[in-house]
């Protein structure tokens, strides 16, 4: 295998939208490919007809776009491949590895019902196995045959999982599987072998969930006369009361995370340590993610999601953005939440400013969003307590103070600002929060916000002084 060149996939069976677990597994399989110049296969297992839609194979490509995972084949679809199947399965029969099955549902039903009351585990008892045709079904049964898989019937099917290591299947507990169904759409088992043989796939990494499927597997692969590939079955994710995340847990699809306003790279961050370390550190980029990424360091136990993790990682990715970088998606945002209509163009070197100021304090775009509303809208809602507590008798020549200084500067700037605020704490006899929170309260609203020399600066002079009026106004 050593000059061999890596090939891996992700195969998604577009049945729902791309969740926590399979961006999970589609990045171990990026991060792998990319770590070894590998080739990144991505194939759509749509063999499902009644669950799968194409809503969903177009949510899982644009799930992984936006996280920046490419890949260098495909999307190739499992429905489109039918004559590929057809061959393989003929390979097997013509083999004398496969055969056709007659027995009827109903058939099978009361022999599955007897083995439930004699309390023995149900296995197709290999009926059909030995009538011979010459490869062909016999067409005057007047019965749809099935396609069954010959399993060895003793021995044991060995696999050697990067990160299960040995895992031994005993081949008695196995049945002769359908590859085919009676209407002609081959099973999940046998598609996937063929497909990853026919795409030369030589690294299956998924979730564990699949371990009890590849003793079936491998055995195709063998039947076949090929080697297996590696095999890599990750744990699965856990929410925190340690049971298998599901929405139960919260949000669990990437879509969800991207309109709560999480970054791609902050999720990328948090699902590459979902099972993945190295040494202690946490934050990662993604050209680290590719270079450190090994299957070696990928532990074997269940990692717990911990969504507190997550935002955190978010607002550190927040904190590292490129201001200019985050204007669409933030304009976005300021569109969904109504702040602004759609169409919004502001300059960028004032609003980058803007978002300069908020991304020390916010954990999601949409908090950042928010906060931006009292420097692009004039109405401001003022918060009861804080209205009542800083814009009163007792504040009222600060405001005016400050509006009175701010009505005399040509332009105004953060220095000037600055030095106008500390000018006033002298005439006064106060300090800083005295004359900045009845300020802060009359342009944002609020108690908490950036400094109040930046606030000032980016909201301007008019609209300032136009707040300020207001609030002086109100104090009767
Ligand atoms: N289509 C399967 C799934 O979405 C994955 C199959 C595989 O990786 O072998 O669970």
């Known amino acids: 295998m050593s000059d061999e060149q890596i090939r891996v996939r992700f195969a998604p069976s577009p049945t729902g939208f791309l969740h926590i677990g399979g961006a999970r597994t589609a990045l171990f399989n990026y991060l792998y490919a990319r770590h070894n110049n590998g080739v990144m296969v991505l194939r759509i297992e749509d063999t499902d007809s009644e669950r799968s839609t194409d809503e969903y194979i177009e949510a899982i490509i644009d799930g992984m776009k936006w996280l920046g995972l490419d890949w260098d084949e495909g999307p190739f679809r499992q429905t489109e491949r039918s004559s590929i ?3 393989y399965a003929k390979k097997l029969l ?20 007897k083995a439930q009351s ?31 898989f010959k399993m060895p019937i003793d021995g044991q099917t060995v696999i050697e999982d990067l990160i299960k290591k040995k895992v031994i299947f005993e081949n008695k507990v196995l049945d002769d ?18 497909d990853d043989i026919d795409m030369g796939i030589t690294h299956i990494i998924r979730g564990d969930d699949h371990l009890n499927n590849t003793p079936k597997q491998v055995r195709l692969y063998m039947a076949f006369g090929k080697t297996p590939p590696v095999f890599a079955h990750l744990s699965m994710i856990l929410g925190a009361d340690k049971t298998r995340l599901s929405k139960r847990h919260g949000a669990t699809s990437v879509q969800a995370y991207r309109d709560m306003g999480y970054l791609p790279e902050a999720l990328i961050n948090y699902l590459a340590r979902l099972g993945w370390s190295y040494k202690d550190q946490e934050v990662f980029t993604k050209g680290e993610l590719i270079e450190k990424f090994t299957l070696e360091s990928v532990g074997s136990s269940s990692a717990v999601f911990n969504p507190e993790k997550l935002l955190w990682l978010n607002s550190e990715y927040i904190k590292k953005s490129n201001p200019k970088a985050l204007i669409p998606d933030v ?9 602004v209509k759609a169409g ?35 109405d401001i809602d003022i918060d009861e307590k804080a209205g009542a507590k800083y814009i009163n008798v007792n504040t009222h020549q600060y405001l005016i103070a400050v509006k009175d200084g701010i009505d005399t500067m040509e332009v105004i700037s953060e220095k000037a600002i600055e030095q106008l605020f500390f000018s006033l704490m002298e005439r006064f006899g106060v ?43 109100s104090v009767i």
Not at 95 to 111: H, I, M, P, V
Request: glycine residues 6%; charged residues 30%.
């Open 344 to 378: 919004y163009s502001p300059d960028s070197d004032w609003l980058a400013k803007a978002i300069i100021t908020l991304q020390e304090r916010s954990r999601t775009l949409i908090e950042l969003a928010r906060s931006l509303k009292y420097y692009i809208n004039d």
């Open 431 to 473: 300090k800083l929060g005295q004359i900045a929170q009845p300020v802060r309260v009359a342009l944002t609203g609020n108690t908490v916000s950036p400094g109040i020399f930046e606030v000032i600066d980016i909201i301007g002079k008019e609209k300032t002084l136009r707040r300020l009026n207001k609030a002086i106004n």
């Open 118 to 148: 004699e309390k023995r585990p149900y296995k197709y008892d290999g009926k059909c196995r030995n009538i011979q045709n010459g490869g062909e079904p016999i067409l005057d049964s007047g019965r749809h045959p099935v396609i069954r």
């Open 177 to 194: 599987f359908i590859i085919v169904r009676s209407d002609g759409m081959p099973t999940y088992n046998f598609v996937v072998v063929v």
């Open 94 to 113: 013509d083999r004398g590895e496969a055969y056709f099955c007659y027995c009827s549902a109903e058939e099978l039903e009361a022999k599955r019902q």
């Open 85 to 87: 199947y057809e061959e």
């Open 331 to 339: 304009i976005g945002f300021l569109i969904k939440e109504n702040i």
